[in-house]
């Protein structure tokens, strides 16, 4: 199977879960791992599975990512499966902040579910629900143990 991980990182942490998702996917896929500003067009044909990831920022998806969700051609992944997953704070941190923040993430939530639900209106076929792996700071380190983490959620993709 032709697997595709895209993903938009900035002080790399995004990047690093999008590594072991591909690595993970590698052991039955023929996999690449590219960021986002390195898609092609030509890089979708063929692709059997395409997941996205992005940092959550401002309670959203990159504006790359979203740029990239938007350039594919309606029912361009007709027949794809899809997965999407985003890096976030953990809950307890966002509930540490001021209450606005925790107001505001119950209203517009993560990057993960619209990437999720971009790549379903092109067609593709969500085969896992949305999934965010958890930074303890803005710019890292990931949370002990989302490596794991993201290697056994794309063991589920696999599954699926
Ligand atoms: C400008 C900015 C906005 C952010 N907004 C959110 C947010 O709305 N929700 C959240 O959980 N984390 C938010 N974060 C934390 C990012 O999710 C975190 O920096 C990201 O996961 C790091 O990934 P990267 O290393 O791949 O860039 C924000 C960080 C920045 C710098």
Redesign the pocket.
Known sequence: MKALVVYD???????KIAQAIGNALGSQADVETLRVGDVRPEKLMGVELLVVGS?????RPTPATTGLLKRIPKNGLEGVRVAAFD???SESQ?NEGPAILSFL?GIFG?AAEPISNRLAKKGGKVVIPPEGFI?TD???PLQEGELERAADWAGQIMAA
Do not use: K
């Not at 990182?9 to 990047?15: D, I, K, L, P, Y």
């Not at 940092?55 to 309670?59: E, I, K, L, S, V």
């Open positions: 990182s900035v002080f790399g942490n995004t990047e940092p959550t920022r401002g309670f890096t976030r704070f966002i993430v993560y930074v803005t710019e890292g």
